[in-house]
């Protein structure tokens, strides 16, 4: 039943989540947080069958571009989503992104401090090509203006 | 497949066919809350001594306290998540939580709570206390300055338990 | 080629008692496509933390959910007080799970009953949540409230339970047992309510630990996954066995809530029966330095609790991540491929608890 928290380097994300995938744990959360001018991620595995417990930590500066990890562990979207649209983080090759759509709400990263949102420069379309709802191209074009 | 039937809840049917309302006409007829229940916060505002504690640990910030000389204690009903945390908080415990919710409706209810002698009467209790008290130190001085001249300087250890006991005084 | 439509689902929707919404891409009645949006009740209480000391906001934590309200208070608990080092007393650790396994039958009855009334069986709705109505007068007997139990603090919890209470939930739990049989078959056995239940949404087990799901959802895909297994609070004194299906579809999904009910009920009679004398809190003094996770079995599925506490009487971090937020993904996927009909009642088997999840 260990519980643990593993400091890693951005670079080595995706090497180490493939480690814990083989091995057969579960994504059990990913969260962001924002202290001291820069990111903290935090990527919790679980082991149902030891019921360890591991979290990958990674500390980068704002605008650093994390890989994404729903190509391991497709639930994995939903929290990258989460943590572009609450703290603008910016996540690379989402299997799925929902253009800050998953959270419907009127403000923009209302978790990082206010003075730091400026500094966040958003990338273009970072998605890999068809994460946007691929089915829904071309039945109903939502403009971005109606989504608030 | 297990067995499946037709028609499996008929007994629930049947029997409410035949028995009384498993609920109560609330209006008309009185609830019955248990002890303890955490209905809304009540004060005994005789015993407030407004310290603010209940102000500052109320997590939806629903209580304000004026100091005297307003010495109110308000609770903004609708804002009160009923936790009773301020109960526990409360130092003189003149907080409870006694039965009976907050009924629901479209505007805020601020209940506030005035402490007895406040106000002027206060403000006027308040100088008399400080005349009092300038009196009191004045005639302190002038029992030291007595104190202070006429024994020799040969008895100043005697003059030492004296001046020990007047701050005690003071802090009493 | 099959007609391509776009269909709205929420945030308002007679089966949904709190918002979310979903984008269905239908061909013809089969849904192809999903996507989830959620933030309506988005209350940023993560945020909130900043700004309360650590005692108080165990009042603000218990109120990120309404149902499995008493479970959350108890996460951040639990978390503050791994960080600051402090040994509940057990008596403490056994009201703790008393208090847990009567949040997660009267979270579990009301699952029953909107489930009942997503496939229309009104009278069986009614019947669970009458059989609801006794435990939550036994939580307003023994907390003082009904769903919010507030009695949780750091370092033990505020009221005990005293012998007449224990016996006045003892006689309850006999009532519960006793009107739960014929619920249990009416869904299990009944006809047309498998018709709606049989095969319909089906997760296999490789789907569901692929989609990081939890909770009796995840354990109806046949994985078995249950925090109580940890042994926190008292569980680790207790005889705890996953409930688990392998069927994956919502007939499995009832039929381990419903079983989950019973171990409940059991668990409450074992909890009463060995809770030891003594203390119910500890004095806690300083301020939490450091950070924890923390899990624990909430009634839809594990919730993971993070604090983080930099010396001073405020938290720096609080996050929760919610069974529901996990279960959204497998929402998702059993969406897909079911038919529209379907899709009310494939949102009911998740149990979805929308304000959780948006915090």
């Known amino acids: ?148 | ?172 | 080629m099959a007609k391509r439509s776009v269909v709205p689902f929420g945030p308002q929707h007679p089966v949904l008692p709190e918002p979310i919404h979903l984008d269905l891409v239908l061909e013809d009645e089969t849904v192809i496509d999903v996507v989830p949006s959620i933030g309506f009740v988005h209350r940023g209480l993560e945020s909130l933390v900043k700004t309360k000391d650590y005692n108080e906001f165990e009042y603000v934590a218990e109120r990120v959910c309404g149902i499995c309200s008493f479970g959350h208070g108890n996460g951040y608990a639990e978390a503050v007080e791994k960080i600051m080092g402090i040994e509940v007393p057990r008596r403490a650790k056994y009201l703790r799970t008393i208090w847990l396994e009567m949040n997660r039958i009267h979270s579990h009855l009301l699952w029953c009953g909107l489930m009942a009334d997503a496939f229309g069986f009104e009278n069986l709705f009614y019947q669970c949540w009458r059989i609801r109505e006794k435990i939550l007068d036994m939580a307003e007997l023994t907390t003082g409230g009904r769903v919010i139990y507030s009695t949780n603090m750091v370092g033990g919890v505020r009221r005990d339970i005293t012998p007449e209470m224990g016996r006045a939930i003892l006689s309850t739990l006999d009532f519960i047992e006793k009107e739960l049989v014929p619920i249990r078959r009416t869904f299990l056995s009944d006809y047309s309510v498998q018709e709606r239940t049989r095969g319909v949404g089906v997760l296999t087990k490789e789907q569901a630990h692929d989609l990081g799901c939890c909770g009796p959802f995840a354990r109806a895909s046949g994985i078995n996954c249950d925090m109580r297994l940890l042994g926190y609070d008292a569980y680790g004194e207790l005889e705890v066995e996953p409930i688990t299906a392998t069927e994956g579809d919502n007939y499995a999904r009832c039929k381990v809530r419903l079983d989950e009910l019973f171990q409940s009920i059991s668990l409450l009679r074992q909890a009463l029966e060995k809770i030891p004398e003594g203390d119910i809190s500890v004095p806690v003094k300083g301020n939490p330095d450091g950070d924890a996770f923390v899990r624990l079995e909430q009634p839809r599925g594990e919730a993971v609790y993070y604090v983080e506490g930099v010396g001073d009487k405020f938290i720096n971090r609080f996050r929760v991540r919610t069974p529901t937020f996990a279960n959204l993904a497998g929402l998702c996927e059993t969406i897909k491929g079911a038919k529209y009909a379907d899709v009310p009642l494939l949102i009911v088997t998740i149990d979805p608890c929308i304000s959780c999840t948006e915090r």
């Open chain 2, 1 to 172: 497949m297990p067995k499946s039937r037709i028609m499996a809840f008929t007994w629930a049917t049947v029997k409410n066919l035949f028995s009384k309302p498993v609920t109560s006409k609330y209006p008309a007829e009185p609830i019955a809350y248990p002890e303890g229940s955490r209905g809304h916060i009540e004060i005994d505002i005789d015993d407030c001594i407004s310290c603010g504690i209940c102000e500052k640990s109320c997590p939806p910030r629903a209580i304000t306290v004026k100091k005297p000389p307003e010495g109110t204690w308000g609770i903004e009903r609708m804002d009160c998540i009923a936790c009773g945390y301020c109960v526990s908080v409360c130092p003189k415990k003149c907080l409870h939580m006694v039965e009976g919710y907050q009924t629901p409706g479209g505007e805020k209810i601020v209940d506030t709570f005035q402490r007895p002698h406040m106000g002027e009467e206060y403000i006027k209790a308040q100088e008399e206390k400080k005349k009092a008290a300038l009196a009191a130190a004045a005639a302190k001085k002038a029992a030291a300055g007595n104190a202070g001249t006429a024994p020799a300087a040969g008895a100043a250890p005697a003059a030492k338990p004296a001046a020990a006991a007047t701050t005690q005084k003071e802090q009493t």
């Open chain 1, 1 to 148: 039943m260990k519980n643990e928290i593993i400091v890693i380097e951005l670079a080595d994300l995706l090497e180490n989540v493939l480690v814990l995938k083989t091995k057969g744990w579960r994504l059990s959360q990913i969260c962001a947080a924002f202290r001291d001018g820069h990111y903290e991620l935090s990527y919790s595995f679980a082991d149902d069958e030891t019921l360890d417990y591991e979290t990958l930590r990674i500390n980068c500066p704002i605008n650093s571009v994390v890989p994404s990890i729903s190509e391991f562990y497709s639930a994995a979207d939903f929290y990258e989503n989460e943590m572009k649209e609450l703290f603008g983080v910016e996540v690379k090759m989402m299997k799925r992104d929902y253009h800050r759509r998953l959270y419907r709400i009127k403000a923009e990263m209302p978790f990082l401090p206010e003075e730091e949102r400026a500094k966040v420069v958003r990338q273009p379309d970072t998605a890999i090509p068809g994460a946007i709802p691929e089915a829904m191209k071309g039945v109903s074009e939502v403009p971005k203006e109606d989504t608030e």
